[in-house]
């Protein structure tokens, strides 16, 4: 018995298959570490970024990215072909602009009026009789918006360019020698009076508001009351009107205000044109 199992052990481990002869590893399927062993020269991701030390390297991973159109100067300012264009078209217009400047310096006040200017603000001061007046203008937002009309049969367009004129509000405070409260009158040109001179009894200027505010402080209080002269009656209202053409602020007056504040205006543009063309140019 122990010979017939031996025999069927020995039958059934010939019938049994054969597993397959063991082959070396494919070079496509070596591990990552083989690998690295068979290319040097591959590189880890922080080699790509940068070389040890931490400098920034040109690589696979880092955009190429196109320089500017313009180059900086010293002064660390970017210069491109559009600032250099700019730059030229200022040029122009500040020849263009001092071409058809009427005054070369501020146009006097009839009536003893004293002028002063800081910045784009004026303030004009007049003393008659134990009373101060003065006005108070600012030619920021002071030409009215140039309307485009078509220019009449034979007349070229250039020809019709209206000239620009700046109305700008002013305020009209009288101190008398009490010291405690002023009157302050605001004062505006209305558009639909302008350029019509041809009236004389039309006044050029109006009265927008009027009250008292404490005499020698610039921050006036808004608890003071106002009147205001769009419901007034119109007798109260010729009072007032008259009363600052006693003291010189009249039609004649606002005429001249025009002219000084379009010359201050016009001065101030061709300034701000000249520090424009300074910035571009980064000088």
């Not at 570490?33 to 790509?48: G, I, N, Y």
């Not at 190429?64 to 180059?71: H, I, L």
């Not at 003071?224 to 009249?250: E, I, K, Q």
């Not at 002219?259 to 571009?280: C, G, M, N, P, W």
Request: with cysteine; charged share 30%; glycine share 6%.
């Amino acid at each position: 018995m122990l010979l017939a199992r031996a025999l069927r052990a020995a039958a059934a481990a010939a019938l049994r298959p054969r597993p397959p002869p063991r082959l070396p590893p494919s070079p496509l399927l070596r591990p990552a570490a083989r690998l690295c062993d068979a290319r040097p020269f591959t590189r880890s991701l922080w080699l790509l970024s940068g070389d040890p030390a931490g400098a920034p390297r040109p690589g696979l991973l880092q955009p190429q990215r196109a320089a500017p159109a313009g180059v900086s100067c010293g002064c660390g300012g970017l210069h491109t072909e559009g600032d250099k264009a700019f730059a030229e078209f200022l040029t122009d217009e500040i020849k263009e602009e001092k071409k058809i400047q009427k005054h070369k310096s501020m146009p006097k006040m009839s009536g003893g009026w004293e002028l002063a200017v800081h910045g784009t603000e004026a303030k004009l001061l007049r003393k008659i009789a134990g009373e101060s007046i003065t006005v108070t203008f600012n030619i920021n937002n002071s030409i009215p918006p140039a309307f485009d009309e078509e220019p009449q049969e034979g007349q070229k367009a250039d020809e019709q360019e209206p000239e620009l004129t700046s109305t700008p509000n002013f305020v009209v405070e009288v101190t008398k020698d009490d010291p405690k409260q002023t009157l302050v009158l605001d004062c505006h040109y209305p558009e639909d009076e302008i350029g019509h001179g041809e009236e004389e009894e039309s006044d050029i200027f109006s009265i927008r508001e009027v009250s008292f505010q404490p005499t020698g402080e610039s921050d006036w209080k808004d608890t003071n009351y106002n009147l205001n002269t769009d419901s007034l009656d119109w007798a109260l209202y010729d009072h007032l009107m008259d009363f600052l053409a006693d003291r010189g602020v009249d039609n004649t007056f606002a005429d001249e205000l025009i002219e000084l504040s379009t010359a201050l205006e016009h001065q101030e543009y061709i300034r701000f044109l000249e520090d424009l063309k300074s910035f571009v140019k980064c000088q």
